[in-house]
Structure formats: C-alpha cells, structure tokens
C-alpha cells in the first residue's frame, strides 16, 4: 500500500508528496505552499490517494509477530487483507462465481 499527499488550490494539483508527513509537517507545507502562491492557508486541500498495489504470493512469511511481506530490503508486517470491490455486492458475488475474486484481494 503507497500513500500520496496532494496538495491542492482550486482543485489542481500543486504539489504531491509520496513521503509519510507528521501534521505538523503537513501544516508546515501548507503555510510554504500559501506563500509562494501568494494564497491563503485555508484555500489549499490536502487529499490522501492510497494505491494498493499487488503483491507476489512468493514474497509473504509467517512468523510469531504475523504474516509479513518481503520487499526488496526489509520485511513489512501486514495489517489485514482487503478488496477492491465491495464484500457481499453482485460484482463480489460474481468475482467469487467466476474465480476472479483473487486478482481483486490486496494486502494492507
């Protein structure tokens, strides 16, 4: 799962963050972001985009802390499993009937 911070005036796109941000980080960004654009804090959104991305089957461990994942450095414990779709809708329904309902699982 990636994170991306967009900040926003006006709808459009001024800056986009991949980097984990504390609030106080964020807030910091802001009051830069307000002064070169010559804006006010209050106009600039800051939405939060989260991308799961599909992860390798071969990559995942279990051990006494959970299920993890393997990248390419270092091991990251998984929080859950989630789905693109929603549980229990007809396209879940029909994801399960077909056998497509594992290229819609993701790992959080």
Not at 52 to 67: F, R, Y
Not at 73 to 96: N, P, R
């Amino acid at each position: 799962m990636r994170k991306k911070l967009l900040f926003k005036i006006n709808n459009e796109v001024v800056i986009e963050e991949t980097m984990e941000l504390y609030l106080d980080q964020i807030d910091k960004l802001k009051r830069i972001i307000a002064e070169e654009c010559g804006c006010c804090i209050d106009d600039i959104d800051v939405e939060v985009i989260v991308e799961h991305s599909k992860q390798e089957l071969s990559n995942l461990d279990v051990n006494e802390h959970g299920m993890f994942f393997w990248n390419e450095s270092d091991a990251v414990i998984l929080g859950g499993i989630g789905c693109e779709i929603e549980f229990g809708s007809d396209e879940y329904l029909d994801a399960i009937s077909d056998g497509t309902i594992l290229d819609k699982i993701y790992f959080m």
